[in-house]
């Protein structure tokens, strides 16, 4: 079992750490050291990750970068 954060995870590109970590409850909302939510880190990348991490509840689509306030959306 991972200890590592879901930005953290997503990071690495490991779908089925991802999917284990959803599963266990990650905070799909947590944003890494610099400001990254794991949602940003796939739309970067244009990672199929992003389709996971949107289909899950309490997701924020709109939360922002603590440094330059861009979203996954931008």
Request: aromatic share 2%; with cysteine; proline share 3%.
């Amino acid at each position: 079992m991972s200890t590592l954060s879901l930005p953290q995870i997503c990071r690495n590109w490991d779908l089925e750490e991802v999917r284990r970590a959803l599963a266990r409850g990650a905070d799909v909302n947590k944003a890494d050291q610099d400001g990254k939510t794991g949602l940003m880190l796939a739309a970067y990348q244009h990672n199929g990750m992003l389709k996971l991490l949107l289909s899950q509840p309490g997701l924020d689509v709109n939360k922002a970068t603590s440094a330059s306030g861009v979203t996954a959306l931008h």
